[in-house]
C-alpha cells in the first residue's frame, strides 16, 4: 500500500522558516514526480511546488524566490524549505507522488503563519 507521510509543520512567526518532508514508501520513489500543494480554508488546492524524477523543478508564483523543493531518491523523501514565511501560506499542505496514470496523496500537514 502506498503511503506518504508529511512532517514537519506547525506553528511560526512571519518571516520565519520550516522545512516540510514526505517520506513514501511502497512506490520506485525515482521516478515519480514529487509535488507540494496547499489549501488553505474556502479557498482550492494549488500547486507550490513540483520536482520531477529528473530534478527539474517549477513554483508558484507566490512561492518563488522564498520556497525550495528537493529530494533524496535514496531516502524516498522530498522536502520543501519554506522560508520568509508569510501569513497567506497558512494551509494545509499536502505531499503528491505521479507518474502517468499513477496519483497518490499524503494526508496532509497544518502550516500555520501568525503576523
Known amino acids: 500500500q502506498v503511503q506518504l507521510v508529511e512532517s514537519g509543520g506547525g506553528l511560526v512567526q512571519a518571516g520565519g522558516s520550516l522545512r516540510l518532508s514526505c517520506a513514501a514508501s511502497?512506490?520506485?520513489?525515482?521516478?515519480?514526480?514529487m509535488g507540494w500543494y496547499r489549501q488553505a480554508p474556502g479557498k482550492q488546492r494549488e500547486l507550490v511546488a513540483r520536482?520531477?524524477?529528473?530534478?527539474?523543478?517549477n513554483y508558484a508564483d507566490s512561492v518563488k524566490g522564498r520556497f525550495t523543493i528537493s529530494r533524496d531518491n535514496a531516502k524516498n523523501t522530498v522536502y520543501l524549505q519554506m522560508d520568509s514565511l508569510k501569513p497567506d501560506d497558512t494551509a494545509v499542505y499536502y505531499c503528491?507522488?505521479?507518474?502517468?496514470?499513477?496519483?497518490?496523496w499524503g494526508q496532509g500537514i497544518q502550516v500555520t503563519v501568525s503576523s
Open positions: 520536482i520531477t524524477s529528473d530534478g527539474d523543478t
Open positions: 503528491n507522488a505521479n507518474r502517468h496514470w499513477r496519483n497518490y
Open positions: 511502497a512506490i520506485t520513489f525515482s521516478i515519480y514526480a
